[in-house]
Structures are given as structure tokens and as C-alpha cells.
């Protein structure tokens, strides 16, 4: 019997690949809004990161979500992501 396929990304912060179901993604929709997004299927550009505190700690201070989905990042959203991590 064939094997099913895992989904790799890569953490924007570490650049390593992990299962999809390791990461979070953090999606920026047409309209310019800023999801975080469990589910893994909101349409839109789309960055994920480790379920990890020090990586989501790091990615706050270096503001690269801003850098990569290319807006200015609510700090609501980064209280949901520590949420979620922790």
C-alpha cells in the first residue's frame, strides 16, 4: 500500500521543514487583512512559524511576518499567536 505524503513547510524564522501540522500560518487575505489561520486553507499569501515561544518571540522583535507578508502586523494578532503557542 502507497504511503500517504506529509505536507513539509519551513518556519520563516529557523528556515527548517517541519510537518504542516507542526507550524501555524499566519495568512494576509486580498483585502490586506492579517488571519492566523488553524485550519491551514484561507486563501491568501501565507507564513508559517514553529509552535514554539522562543521562535515566536524572535519573529516579534525582528518583525519578519512584516517583512513577508508585506504589512504592518497588529499586535492583537502577535497576542493570538502567544495564545495559541502557549
Aim: aromatic share 4%; with cysteine.
Amino acid at each position: 500500500m502507497k504511503q500517504k505524503k506529509i505536507p513539509m513547510r519551513s518556519c520563516v524564522v529557523t528556515k527548517e521543514k517541519y510537518p504542516k501540522q507542526e507550524l501555524i500560518r499566519i495568512v494576509r487575505t486580498k483585502d490586506g487583512n492579517i488571519m492566523v489561520d488553524p485550519t491551514g486553507k484561507i486563501n491568501g499569501k501565507g507564513a508559517y512559524l514553529k509552535k514554539d515561544i522562543t521562535v515566536f518571540e524572535k519573529a516579534k522583535k525582528t518583525k519578519i511576518l512584516d517583512k513577508i507578508l508585506e504589512v504592518n502586523i497588529d499586535e492583537n494578532i502577535y497576542d493570538e499567536l502567544n495564545n495559541l503557542i502557549k
